[in-house]
């Protein structure tokens, strides 16, 4: 199982990102896939869930901080899940990380750090 973060960087408040997580080594459909962040000095928050499409027909869930301003989607062409954060706000500032539960573990990329300033 892998999952590669990307898209991350610095913007000035009110801006957009795109995050992008690629992942291999499982049936893409099967699987919820999530975003989470960490700040700095904080513990991991769950940002966003995009369901699995194979399961339920894929919904999309968010974090009352987020909700509004992000959007989650995934191509199961590309086995990618997508991250567009707009209207960026300094709280948003973290690394940002897609997770997946399978068979019993938990697997987390590697990170892509946002940083929102001025």
């Known amino acids: 199982v892998q999952l590669v973060e990307s898209g991350g960087g610095l913007v000035q408040p009110g801006g957009s990102l795109r995050l992008s997580c690629a992942a291999s080594g499982f049936t893409f459909g099967n699987y919820d896939i999530n975003w989470v962040r960490q700040a700095p000095g904080k513990g991991p928050e769950w940002v966003s869930c995009?369901?699995?499409?194979?399961?339920?027909?894929?919904?999309?869930y968010y974090a009352d901080p987020v909700k509004g301003r992000f959007t989650i989607s995934r191509t199961n062409v590309k086995n990618t899940v997508y991250l567009q954060m707009n209207n960026l706000e300094f709280g948003d500032t973290a690394v940002y990380y897609c997770?997946?539960?399978?068979?019993?573990?938990?697997?987390w990329g590697q990170g892509t750090q946002v940083t929102v300033a001025s």
């Open positions: 997770a997946l539960r399978f068979r019993g573990g938990r697997y």
């Open positions: 995009s369901s699995a499409p194979n399961r339920d027909g894929g919904g999309a």
